[in-house]
């Protein structure tokens, strides 16, 4: 009797996990399927589920745009923007999780109070900025937004896995003569690896993805992938396999990226089990 | 090797004073323990002179030179904590290694080291081992063989053995006993645990609310507890207080009246008492005896066999309970009457302000 009742809320929970699951899923799934189609499946209504699948749309989009040079500035950027807002919040969140301040939790809160500002708010401060410091269509200037927008995420994320880490081992390698940099290098970092490697993980796909700075900031040069995107969408005519192709095409390393360091970051999160 | 000086040494955190002046020698090859109740400040005392925490005021020094603003490493101290705080990520051997290495130690110099001490402590099959595959024992093995490799003027332990069940606990006590008598390090030690202050102590420190209320040699905090608080604190069970009032002033002592029972003649020097003043008698369960003669009688409540002892539960008749240690053997009942003579020469006296009285005569092992 109890193992049924406890079966029921169990069994309802599921039902409930993969409804949202599938829901978030699907228009990644749609995505996908409409790149395979012709422009006339694709705006068909009611939609074709069985259709004659072909890879026209891929075709066109590699005719029509260099996708390697978007991608490889999305990873330089992504990369780059990473990398800077670690090496920026590494100091900062170990400063603020192990000698908090009266004024840390308040910092803490403003930092985050940040990105609730609408980015097109300051659209013209910082295009013209960008402008008179010559960055406009630079990689190195969409990096340092895209590092600066996601500092505030980053440095929270870290702050609250350092906060887990035991102090006294800390302590212990003060102890030992570590001096500020190797505590941090070689005792804080091991320890904190797992929420780091997710911390740089999310990061870089929050970079991959940012559309709105990409699209106002690059016009050719330094154009990332969701400008590739953006230039498939036309005011009129047939695009929708086209658009569909294209997205899939610039999500698909990230996606493939997150998949396999998803796994890994487990193991890592096991192994590294402290206690 | 080393001589460890506080001098009126002070923490203030948040304008809360924590630690309020404490004044300490800690001489050349001593065995220091500081004991005292929860959050009177042994381990914050410990961190500072450890370098962990910033000394608000006041000096400490280490073989003469002052070293409140030198970094841990620097003073030539080791510590142990309570939560081993073993690097998890590093197994046994790199965990001894890290602090020698970045003391600049040559590899070879390293391995000798740790490969001895691994020895002594029974360590040597365990180096390759992770610190989350090791039991709690020999993590407290590995934690103090990271302290002792690193060869430390001063050794400094936080509850070492407060994670440890009761045996592995009296094991690792005999084990660091021995080494400190192998190693003469001076040893800084913190600890909640009676046997462990008695047992492995030179010298007690008891602190409360921040306040050094008495430093001496384990019998000496024994038998000439300084004041009321000392003698409730050493001891276990506790010391019994009862209230009394001076009858007379007499070259043998003071005799004082119990409430209820005979008058008591307690060897001390009066002072200046006077007389039918109020005052506290303290007695140790272990210094009442059973005697149908004795100056009290009460009633038992409640009756404790713990094999080779019994502690009766006495209620007097104004209702105060006192503890009384018997042999194991005892019969006694709960709610049987009894008699109960207070050795005299054991007996201590505190005036109002808590304060103990000199004894006339000093106990002999107590230095
Ligand atoms: N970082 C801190 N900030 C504010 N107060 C602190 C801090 N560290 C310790 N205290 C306070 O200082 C007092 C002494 O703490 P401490 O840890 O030294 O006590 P303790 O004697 O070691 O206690 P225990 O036996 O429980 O370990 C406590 O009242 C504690 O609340
Ligand atoms: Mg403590």
Redesign the interface.
């Given at each position: 009797m109890a193992r049924k009742t406890q079966l029921l809320p169990k069994i309802a929970l599921g039902v409930v996990g993969w409804a949202v699951a599938l829901w978030i899923f699907f228009p990644i799934f749609w995505m996908v399927l409409t790149g395979f189609k012709t422009e006339m499946d694709a705006i068909s209504t009611p939609p074709h589920l069985i259709f004659h699948p072909t890879l026209q749309s891929y075709h066109d989009v590699f005719a029509q745009e260099n996708y390697w040079h978007f991608t490889f500035n999305t990873v330089l950027m992504s990369v780059f923007a990473t990398g800077g807002a670690l090496l920026l919040g590494v100091p900062a969140a170990y400063s603020m999780a192990f000698f908090p301040g009266k004024r840390t939790r308040g910092t803490l809160l403003w930092m985050l109070s940040t990105r609730m500002l609408p980015p097109v708010g300051v659209l013209v401060p910082v295009y013209l900025i960008a402008r008179s410091t010559h960055l406009l269509d630079t990689i190195i200037g969409l990096g340092i937004i895209n590092l600066l927008t996601n500092l505030p995420i980053i440095v929270w994320m870290l702050y609250t896995f350092f906060k887990e880490v035991?102090v006294?081992?800390l302590?212990?390698?003060?102890?030992?003569?570590?001096n500020r940099w190797?505590e941090i290098s070689?005792?804080l970092l091991?320890?904190a690896l797992p929420g780091i490697a997710s911390t740089a993980l999310l990061s870089l796909i929050l970079c991959w993805n940012e559309a709105f700075w990409s699209l106002n900031l690059t016009s050719s040069n330094a154009a990332p992938l969701a400008s590739f995107i953006a230039s498939f969408s036309s005011p009129e005519g047939l695009f929708f396999a086209k658009l569909s192709a294209a997205s899939t095409l610039a999500v698909a390393p990230i996606l493939v990226f997150g998949w396999f360091s998803q796994k890994q970051l487990v193991r890592g999160l096991t192994f590294?089990?402290?206690? | 090797m080393a001589k460890v000086e506080l001098r009126d040494i002070r923490k203030t955190y948040h304008a809360e004073e924590i630690i309020k002046g404490v004044s300490l020698d800690i001489n050349d090859e001593e065995f220091v323990v500081f004991v005292g109740p929860s959050g009177c400040g042994k381990s914050t005392l410990l961190r500072m002179i450890a370098g962990l925490e910033e000394i608000s005021a006041g000096d400490l020094l280490i073989d003469g030179k002052r070293v409140n603003d030198i970094e841990p490493a620097k003073r030539g101290l080791a510590m142990v904590f309570q939560s081993y705080a073993l690097y998890p990520h590093m197994n046994v051997y790199q965990n001894m290694e890290f602090g020698l290495k970045l003391a600049g130690m040559p590899e070879p110099e390293r391995r000798q080291k740790i490969n001895d001490v691994a020895k002594t402590l029974q360590l040597d099959s365990y180096l390759k081992h992770k610190p989350g595959q090791l039991s709690g024992g020999q993590r407290q093995r590995v934690a103090i063989g990271r302290a002792i490799v690193r060869n430390p003027k001063v050794f400094l332990f936080d509850e070492p053995l407060s994670n440890l069940d009761a045996a592995l606990r009296g094991q690792m006590r005999v084990e660091l006993a021995t080494l400190h008598r192998r190693l003469k390090a001076t040893t800084i030690y913190v600890t909640h645990d009676q046997v462990e202050a008695m047992t492995m102590a030179d010298k007690i420190v008891v602190l409360q609310k921040g306040v050094v209320e008495q430093v001496g040699s384990p019998l000496e905090l024994y038998h000439h507890p300084r004041n009321l608080f000392v003698a409730r604190f050493i001891g276990s069970p506790p010391m019994n207080f009862l209230p009394v009032t001076v009858r007379s002033v007499t070259e043998n002592g003071i005799v004082v009246a119990l409430d209820h029972g005979a008058p008591v003649t307690v060897p001390v020097l009066p002072g200046e008492t006077a007389s039918a003043e109020a005052m506290t008698l303290g007695i140790r369960p272990e210094h009442i005896v059973l005697d149908p003669q004795g100056e009290i009688t009460g009633t038992i409540r409640m009756v404790e066999r713990l094999g080779a002892l019994t502690l009766l539960h006495v209620a007097l008749p104004d209702g105060a309970l006192i503890i009384v240690q018997t042999d194991g053997d005892h019969g006694g009942e709960v709610d049987a009457p009894v008699g109960l003579r207070l050795l005299a020469e054991n007996c201590h006296l505190f005036d109002a302000r808590g304060m103990a009285l000199t004894k006339l005569v000093r106990h002999r092992l107590a230095g």
């Amino acid at each position: 009797m109890a193992r049924k009742t406890q079966l029921l809320p169990k069994i309802a929970l599921g039902v409930v996990g993969w409804a949202v699951a599938l829901w978030i899923f699907f228009p990644i799934f749609w995505m996908v399927l409409t790149g395979f189609k012709t422009e006339m499946d694709a705006i068909s209504t009611p939609p074709h589920l069985i259709f004659h699948p072909t890879l026209q749309s891929y075709h066109d989009v590699f005719a029509q745009e260099n996708y390697w040079h978007f991608t490889f500035n999305t990873v330089l950027m992504s990369v780059f923007a990473t990398g800077g807002a670690l090496l920026l919040g590494v100091p900062a969140a170990y400063s603020m999780a192990f000698f908090p301040g009266k004024r840390t939790r308040g910092t803490l809160l403003w930092m985050l109070s940040t990105r609730m500002l609408p980015p097109v708010g300051v659209l013209v401060p910082v295009y013209l900025i960008a402008r008179s410091t010559h960055l406009l269509d630079t990689i190195i200037g969409l990096g340092i937004i895209n590092l600066l927008t996601n500092l505030p995420i980053i440095v929270w994320m870290l702050y609250t896995f350092f906060k887990e880490v035991p102090v006294p081992i800390l302590e212990a390698g003060r102890m030992d003569g570590a001096n500020r940099w190797q505590e941090i290098s070689v005792v804080l970092l091991p320890l904190a690896l797992p929420g780091i490697a997710s911390t740089a993980l999310l990061s870089l796909i929050l970079c991959w993805n940012e559309a709105f700075w990409s699209l106002n900031l690059t016009s050719s040069n330094a154009a990332p992938l969701a400008s590739f995107i953006a230039s498939f969408s036309s005011p009129e005519g047939l695009f929708f396999a086209k658009l569909s192709a294209a997205s899939t095409l610039a999500v698909a390393p990230i996606l493939v990226f997150g998949w396999f360091s998803q796994k890994q970051l487990v193991r890592g999160l096991t192994f590294g089990a402290v206690k | 090797m080393a001589k460890v000086e506080l001098r009126d040494i002070r923490k203030t955190y948040h304008a809360e004073e924590i630690i309020k002046g404490v004044s300490l020698d800690i001489n050349d090859e001593e065995f220091v323990v500081f004991v005292g109740p929860s959050g009177c400040g042994k381990s914050t005392l410990l961190r500072m002179i450890a370098g962990l925490e910033e000394i608000s005021a006041g000096d400490l020094l280490i073989d003469g030179k002052r070293v409140n603003d030198i970094e841990p490493a620097k003073r030539g101290l080791a510590m142990v904590f309570q939560s081993y705080a073993l690097y998890p990520h590093m197994n046994v051997y790199q965990n001894m290694e890290f602090g020698l290495k970045l003391a600049g130690m040559p590899e070879p110099e390293r391995r000798q080291k740790i490969n001895d001490v691994a020895k002594t402590l029974q360590l040597d099959s365990y180096l390759k081992h992770k610190p989350g595959q090791l039991s709690g024992g020999q993590r407290q093995r590995v934690a103090i063989g990271r302290a002792i490799v690193r060869n430390p003027k001063v050794f400094l332990f936080d509850e070492p053995l407060s994670n440890l069940d009761a045996a592995l606990r009296g094991q690792m006590r005999v084990e660091l006993a021995t080494l400190h008598r192998r190693l003469k390090a001076t040893t800084i030690y913190v600890t909640h645990d009676q046997v462990e202050a008695m047992t492995m102590a030179d010298k007690i420190v008891v602190l409360q609310k921040g306040v050094v209320e008495q430093v001496g040699s384990p019998l000496e905090l024994y038998h000439h507890p300084r004041n009321l608080f000392v003698a409730r604190f050493i001891g276990s069970p506790p010391m019994n207080f009862l209230p009394v009032t001076v009858r007379s002033v007499t070259e043998n002592g003071i005799v004082v009246a119990l409430d209820h029972g005979a008058p008591v003649t307690v060897p001390v020097l009066p002072g200046e008492t006077a007389s039918a003043e109020a005052m506290t008698l303290g007695i140790r369960p272990e210094h009442i005896v059973l005697d149908p003669q004795g100056e009290i009688t009460g009633t038992i409540r409640m009756v404790e066999r713990l094999g080779a002892l019994t502690l009766l539960h006495v209620a007097l008749p104004d209702g105060a309970l006192i503890i009384v240690q018997t042999d194991g053997d005892h019969g006694g009942e709960v709610d049987a009457p009894v008699g109960l003579r207070l050795l005299a020469e054991n007996c201590h006296l505190f005036d109002a302000r808590g304060m103990a009285l000199t004894k006339l005569v000093r106990h002999r092992l107590a230095g």
